[in-house]
């Protein structure tokens, strides 16, 4: 009767037989089996066996399996004599591969793939000359992102010597091409740097900061830049921490908001009892008013649709004296302005003021780009401070959110790879500074709220942000999106159809109007109850 561990080492050469080369591993090196000296002979077979498997696998440019092989072979005992002579080969197989890449002008690829050979011990004379034009090339890259341009020519030179003593003429042709482009580069960058010093030395942070940002647009690394940018962004936007009750200066907010990231909200009316607070603003110039009105989505009145500015028709504003009991209502629906095109549903950004409670910026699309404030920023939520134009992108997915992190991006302090799900209460710091609460107070809603933590701020006087879903719940309780205790019973902002309506106890007035329990908004209209005020102001789309 044979052993048990003749039986096993049976098996084992079946499962090699059929190419499971695991399993036969696996059995072959069974404690009760691994020490006979069949088992041994055995895996040095199988060894062998992989390596030819991975000549086999290499010359199908299957260069994973063939590393997989080799790695299982090398673990099985096989002759280290073959190991080395079969990762020549691969080494030579790859090297042309390598070599497209420095010919490509890319040694930062060419230098990733030689560190992942490297690490399963794949290495040859001709890898080791790529490598060394590639680091020379790639340090060049670097020196140059820094603005240090005479180190940066000297490693540039030295890729280019070392491709041509490697005969690498594409490469050395390249390298070439690429000493053109720094001397663009450096010719581009003098006078900016010129700029900046002359900036700091008069301490102005608006043109240090553009001063700056003009730099890193030619040199991105530059640290004199980059230092003189954190410094600016401090000056101009560090202040306070956000307080309630900002919102009345909000007419000179916006006035600041025009120069510095290229939102023009509508001269909408102020809120009930605002006139009393302070003077009332200077309208914001507009330089092309008929292109801004286009570019406004509106929510129309009736629940039909976003409707064109182009028409608007009279209507009463908190400063307008209430029309007294038997005088003829304000214009009918039809005067509000005409369905402009069919969307689905209410979007992009509007400002909601609420009196004696504060500001919100209230976004509706499902995508939020969080970014840096400036003219030509596609952030919807713009922040004054050191972050990238598109910094992440808060997604809403069914009563979910998702942070895309597109830059440097943590949660409660644990760096964002990719993506993550969000929970109320988390905290997301942007770069290094820029930190925002998450908030969902409400079980029965997916609407959010962020409010700005760190000592930043949005170029709006703004409290914080409202990522609006199908419903805003402005009230005293713990549960309300927009806290306000002197709401007596919460009022609700929900969307219906195409438009954005309001729901209230009792009857309320919207734009003068009596309206009972619930009625439709615009984007332009004021909302009069009792014990409650609030107005509704639109943002321009973002600059193209």
Known sequence: MLGQWRIVLRQAEEAARAGRFDEAYALASRPDVADHSQAVQFRGRLGLDLIARAGRRGAADDMAGAIDDLYLAERMGAPPDSLAAARLSLADRVADEIRADLDAAEPARALERLEELARHKIGGPALRRYREIAEAWQAATAEARRGEFGHAFEHLERAERLAGGAGVTSAQNAAAAGRRDLEARQKAAAPKVEALYQALADAKWPQILAAAEALLAVVPEHPAAKQARARAWQQIAAIGPSGAA???????????ANALIGLYPEQAPAPAGAAERQPAAPPAPIANPGKVAEEIVWLSADGDGPASPAAPGPRLSPRTPRPAPGSPSPAPASRQPAVAEAVAGPRGRFLLWVDAVGGYLVCLDDRIVLGRAGPDSPADVPLMGDLSRNHATLIRSGESYVLQAHHPSFIN?????????????????????????FRQPSPVSATARLAIVSRHRLPL??????????????????????????????????????????????????????????????LRSSVLGDGFSFSLEPLRSHPV
Request: aromatic share 4%; hydrophobic share 40%.
């Open 413 to 437: 302090g644990k760096a964002v790879a990719d993506r993550a799900v969000l929970r109320d209460g988390d905290v997301i710091r942007l770069g290094d500074t820029v930190e925002l609460e």
């Open 246 to 256: 900002q919102w009345p200066g909000r007419g000179a907010r916006a006035a600041q």
């Open 461 to 522: 006087a703004v409290d914080g942000v409202l990522l609006m879903a199908e419903t805003c719940i402005v009230g005293g309780t713990g549960q309300a999106h927009i806290p306000a205790p002197s709401v007596r019973q919460p009022l609700v902002l929900y969307r219906q159809g195409n438009a954005l309506w309001c729901r209230a106890p009792g009857s309320f007035d919207v734009d003068g109007r009596t309206c009972a329990a619930r009625a439709p908004l615009t």
